[in-house]
């Protein structure tokens, strides 16, 4: 049994309560598993760790949408504790209410996102990237394009940086050509850059709003910036995302991982059927998730097809690729 006292900083009580402290009878109902203790702007919670911790994360999602909106309803304190339905189905923004399944889960949501959009794990293997979080401070997350696999990551990130366990969120990319030559991209290094950049821009764009993102641009709170502008530093106090790393050397996804602070939380991402180096054999991620497949303390998520949570059509697309590898793969296996 352990005690928490969590403050509602920058916010009004009373409206976080609401008349006649409806919402806080709401909260109290949907977690039956731990005691609460309301008074004025402290909110004390008794319980188990494990429940006490999934309360706090909860309850600091809710704080954060009343001081970035200035109200709470019935309604949105049900998404968050897993009692309504919501809308969408993977770790992607949601809205208030809809009609496109089961709502968020208790386990599910990660955080409250840009114009109050639930971002939540909405897949298996998204929800097991979310658990491993917890108690890994290294982890791949490999698989197909559009399993979130990203997005999860990225909201994690967020996360982490809302609930002050790093200081800041930097998110890299080896700027690898696929097809195109960045000498002949128009514009200086910044703006020939940008391109290979702007998949993590758009997920932070749903996650915090425009104004506070640019402001943790300015200030470093959040650093985008390609995977060489990493070498010689020491990434700590920090949530770090490499994303795309099946584009990566031996060399530089060993620079990368040796830049690990002593308080720093990584994530890997890569999709291995989709190498853009001129050789697919020159990829250094393969070749590390063998490596450190049985080390202590790395995790490791293999994302699927069935993760798939863009339109219909990416997972067939996908499977067509995969049959024909296969096929292929077989032909030449026959021959030799």
Do not use: C, W
Not at 49 to 78: C, M, N, W
């Amino acid at each position: 049994m352990i005690e928490k006292e969590i403050t509602l900083d920058g916010i009004d009580p009373r409206e976080f309560y609401g008349p006649g402290n409806a919402n806080l009878n709401e909260i109290v109902a949907l977690a039956p598993k731990v005691k609460i203790i309301a008074r004025g702007t402290t909110v004390k919670v008794l319980g188990s760790q494990p429940e006490v911790e999934a309360f706090e994360r909860r309850l600091q999602g809710l704080i954060d949408y009343v001081a970035k909106y200035g109200h709470i309803s019935k309604e949105t304190v049900r998404q968050s504790f897993g009692g309504s339905n919501g809308h969408g189905n993977g770790a992607e923004p949601g809205s208030e209410s809809g009609e496109n399944g089961p709502g968020p889960g208790v386990e599910d949501v990660i955080l409250f996102g840009t114009a109050g959009a639930i971002i939540r794990a909405k897949s298996a293997n998204q929800r097991l990237l979310v658990a491993k979080s917890e108690d890994h401070d290294l982890m791949f997350a490999i698989g197909p394009a559009g399993s979130g696999k990203t997005y999860t990551a990225i909201a994690l990130a967020v996360k982490a940086l809302k609930e002050k366990q790093v200081r800041r969120i930097i998110l890299t990319r080896p700027a690898v050509e696929a097809g195109e030559k960045l000498g002949f991209l128009p514009g200086d290094v910044k703006e020939k850059l940008d391109p290979y950049l702007q998949p993590l821009y758009d997920a932070l764009g749903d996650m915090v709003p425009g104004a506070q993102l640019a402001k943790y641009i300015e200030e470093g709170t959040v650093q985008i910036a390609p995977l060489a502008f990493m070498r010689g530093r020491t990434l700590d106090n920090a949530f770090v995302i490499l994303d795309e790393a099946q584009n990566t050397t031996l060399s530089q996804i060993k620079m990368f991982l040796t830049r690990m602070g002593p308080s720093a939380k990584f994530i890997v991402t890569g999709d291995l059927t989709q190498i853009d180096l001129p050789r697919a054999s020159d990829s250094g991620l393969a070749h590390v998730l063998g490596l450190l497949s049985r080390v202590k303390g790395i995790a490791i998520v293999n994302f699927d097809q069935t993760d798939i949570i863009r339109h219909r059509l990416v997972k067939e697309i996908v499977n067509a690729f995969n049959k024909d590898k296969e096929e292929k793969d077989g032909k030449s296996d026959s021959e030799d």
